[in-house]
């Protein structure tokens, strides 16, 4: 079966689930690459994903991972048949993939807006059309519980999803609500794809879809 794999939030131990990627036609990674976003740590990583057996390797960045922010792309060495995303789309196989690595501002971190007008501008930019949504941070209310039950995801993020409408949203970030779900009402499958739970430990499994179940009709 021709089936795509979603990962997120590796934060530098990604060697620990390397035993359950299998391979085949493509993987996703929601961001958090590293654990402080240096450039040692996003070369290893790289290093690492360009390695896997998948014909498709795409990625986008997260809060942690400053370097991407910080540095050009070309700073980096992007292994052949891997891809990044950042605030851009690329179409592989006939799927429309968009990638975003913002998350509403908390904190010191790497790629954050705040809430309200200035990150639903970044929303706005999302095309219609996209068949797979990747972005770091999820949409309110959905996934987005942390360790305090505080639902921390971007109300204006899910506006725009149910606008749009992608076969597929994927991110993480909020490592304690790892899973998956289907809204049958917008059509819409969401996967918090984080590996890594609250403590930090690599014990979630990655997150398989069929193709068809990630291309819209
Ligand atoms: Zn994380």
Known sequence: MKKITFISDTHGIHKDIESQLDGG??????????????TKEIRGFL?????LPYQYKVF???NHDFGLQNYPLEHFNIPSGVFYLQDSMIEIDGLKI?????????????????????????????????????????????????????NCGCK????????????IHVFGHIHENHGSMHSSSRGITFINASNLNEDY???????????????KI
């Open 156 to 167: 204006d993020l899910l506006a725009r999803v149910e606008t749009i409408k992608p076969k």
């Open 25 to 38: 036609f493509m993987i996703i990674h929601a961001g958090d690459v590293t654990s402080m976003g240096h």
């Open 98 to 150: 968009y990638g975003s690595p913002y998350c509403p501002t908390f904190g010191r971190w790497a790629f954050m807006k705040n809430r309200g007008k200035e990150i639903a501008e970044v929303w706005s930019k999302i095309p219609e059309g996209i068949d797979i949504l990747v972005t770091h941070g999820p949409p309110m209310d959905i996934l987005d519980m942390n360790l305090y039950e505080v």
């Open 47 to 51: 290093k690492w994903f360009g390695s």
């Open 60 to 62: 986008i960045a997260g």
């Open 201 to 215: 430990q690599c014990v979630n499994k990655p997150i398989y879809r069929s193709y068809e179940d990630c291309k």
